[in-house]
T-cell receptor, first 108, second 111 residues
C-alpha cells in the first residue's frame, strides 16, 4: 500500500529563517515523489519532483530511500512562501497518493 | 491555466439530491482523478481512471460514482448527497511521468 505522512499540520517561521517540511512515505516499489503547493484560493501546482533534482523558488528536496523521506527545505523563508504544501507519492501505476498537508506561515 | 476545467465552481445542494461535478481537460492525458479536500485531512482519492475503459475506486469511493465519457471528460456524481460530503473537490490529470495538473476546484455544500 502507498502511504504518505506529513507529521506537521502547521508550521510557522519568521521571514529569513530556514524551513523544513517533513515527508515520509511507505511504498514497496520504486517511488516517484513530488511536492505540490497550494496558495490561498488557488489550485494545487507542482513545486518540484525528486527525479528532476532541481530547485524551484529556492526549495529543494532530496529523496532518502534509507529513511523513506522526502523533506522539503528552504534556507531563507519568504512571506510569499506561506501556503499549504502537500507531499505526494506516485507508484508504478502512477496513482497519486497525497499526504495531509502542512500549512506553512511565514511571519514578517 | 485552463487546461483542466471544473464545473460548477460552487454549488449548494440539499440532502438527498443527486449532483454531478464535471471535469474536462485539454492536456491530452489518459489519467484522470477525483479528490476531495477537507481541512486537516488533505487530499483523498475518490476515483481514478487510466483510460476511457478503466475506472478504479480510491480510498473513499462510497457514496460517489464516476463516468469517463471520453479521454477528456471525467464526471463525479453524488447519487444522494449528504452533509458530510461538503468539501472542496478537485479533478486532476496526469501524464506518464506522474506529474498531476489540477482543476480550480468545486466547492460543494450539502445542506
Amino acid at each position: 500500500a502507498q502511504r504518505v505522512t506529513q507529521p506537521e499540520k502547521l508550521l510557522s517561521v519568521f521571514k529569513g529563517a530556514p524551513v523544513e517540511l517533513k515527508c515520509n512515505y511507505s511504498y514497496s516499489g520504486s517511488p516517484e515523489l513530488f511536492w505540490y503547493v497550494q496558495y490561498s484560493r488557488q489550485r494545487l501546482q507542482l513545486l518540484l519532483r525528486h527525479i528532476s533534482r532541481e530547485s524551484i523558488k529556492g526549495f529543494t528536496a532530496d529523496l532518502n530511500k534509507g529513511e523513506t523521506s522526502f523533506h522539503l527545505k528552504k534556507p531563507f523563508a519568504q512571506e510569499e512562501d506561506s501556503a499549504m504544501y502537500y507531499c505526494a507519492l506516485g507508484g508504478s501505476n502512477y496513482k497519486l497518493t497525497f499526504g495531509k498537508g502542512t500549512l506553512l506561515t511565514v511571519n514578517p | 491555466d485552463a487546461d483542466v476545467t471544473q464545473t460548477p465552481r460552487n454549488r449548494i445542494t440539499k440532502t438527498g439530491k443527486r449532483i454531478m461535478l464535471e471535469c474536462s481537460q485539454t492536456k491530452g492525458h489518459d489519467r484522470m482523478y477525483w479528490y476531495r479536500q477537507d481541512p486537516g485531512l488533505g487530499l483523498r482519492l475518490i476515483y481514478y481512471s487510466f483510460d476511457v475503459k478503466d475506472i478504479n475506486k480510491g480510498e473513499i469511493s462510497d457514496g460517489y460514482s464516476v463516468s469517463r465519457q471520453a479521454q477528456a471528460k471525467f464526471s463525479l456524481s453524488l447519487e444522494s448527497a449528504i452533509p458530510n460530503q461538503t468539501a472542496l473537490y478537485f479533478c486532476a490529470t496526469s501524464e506518464a511521468t506522474g506529474e498531476a495538473f489540477f482543476g480550480q476546484g468545486t466547492r460543494l455544500t450539502v445542506v
